[in-house]
């Protein structure tokens, strides 16, 4: 358990799975993050944008593998204390030069094949638009990594009733 | 419609339809959009380019869902068409999704309009 920190509630409980980088399993992801959200007691009308956040924030990881080409599990925890916590860490760790090799297309054209070229630029730019969505849409929002030996962890957590107000995350 | 199901992967909840609308050819869509599904969409768009259909709008006042790779597809087919001379309309009156176009600036980006254009 890693709900140290919350000892609002007597029993902080966690909930984490995994799941293999494709596409297939966003949603599953995604409707999970709401359904554990919803019996943590996330007021409704936010039971959306915890949907939006985890499924983007699963989206990144799932691109971030692609691009490395690793497939290793995407890792997603809930922890449920004095804020409902969501966190995804993704395993594509800090390989820049290769990533700047990838991403330069987007900017000039590039040179991938005609077919997927499409595909390609979209899914770059998805990889930014997470970015801006997540940080329009999440107010505690914390991304960490990466660095040679560790992805990026997308850290988000919302009010629960009863709980301090102030994102103190 | 992609598979179901050797590897225990849904169906893609994702319904496409076409009809058209004055000048424009009228993709309806209806689910959830997402990085699974959005290649469906973005497939419908490729193909009435290659028809030479290149006045399109994308009907997203019934769908479900979008995310970021929706969005994606949005500017992938408002360049592809506009760079063939065409032009894509957004259409959304969905709260839900103006408010992902609205906080990612794509509300001045795309042509987004709460009814396809009639003219």
């Not at chain 1, 909930?15 to 995604?30: D, H, L």
């Not at chain 1, 690793?70 to 990533?99: C, H, P, Q, Y």
């Not at chain 1, 560790?150 to 994102?167: F, R």
């Amino acid at each position: 358990m890693n709900a140290s920190k919350h000892e609002h509630r007597a029993e902080p409980v966690t909930v984490r799975f995994a799941f293999t980088p494709a596409a297939a399993y966003v949603r599953a992801a995604r409707l999970v993050a709401a359904d554990v959200a919803s019996h943590a007691g996330v007021v409704t009308g936010l039971l959306d944008e915890v949907r939006q956040a985890v499924g983007e924030a699963c989206t990144r990881a799932v691109l971030r593998h692609r691009d490395s080409q690793i497939d290793d599990l995407v890792r997603i925890e809930f922890s449920i204390g004095d804020r409902f916590v969501a966190k995804i860490t993704d395993n594509a760790r800090d390989m820049r030069a290769r990533s700047e090799g990838r991403r330069a297309p987007v900017a000039h054209g590039g040179d991938a094949r005609p077919n997927d070229h499409d595909a390609l630029e979209e899914d770059t730019l998805s990889e930014e638009i997470t970015l801006i969505v997540l940080g329009g849409l999440v107010e505690d929002l914390v991304v960490t990594g990466p660095d040679s030996e560790n992805g990026t962890t997308v850290s988000m957590s919302w009010p629960l009733p009863g709980g301090p107000q102030s994102a103190d995350h | 419609m992609r598979g179901s199901s050797s590897d225990g992967a849904p169906e893609p909840e994702l319904g496409l339809s076409l009809s058209a609308v004055g000048a424009y050819s009228v993709i309806s869509v209806t689910g959830e959009i997402d990085m699974y599904t959005a290649p469906k969409l973005r497939e419908a768009v490729r193909q009435l380019a290659a028809e030479g259909r290149m006045l399109v709008a994308i009907d997203l006042t019934p769908t479900e869902f979008c995310d970021s790779t929706g969005l994606g597809v949005l500017i992938g087919a408002r360049r592809r068409l506009t760079d063939a001379g065409g032009a894509l309309v957004v259409v959304c009156s969905n709260p839900r999704i103006s408010k992902l176009l609205d906080l990612t600036g794509l509300d001045k980006v795309l042509d987004v309009r709460e009814a396809v254009p009639s003219e």
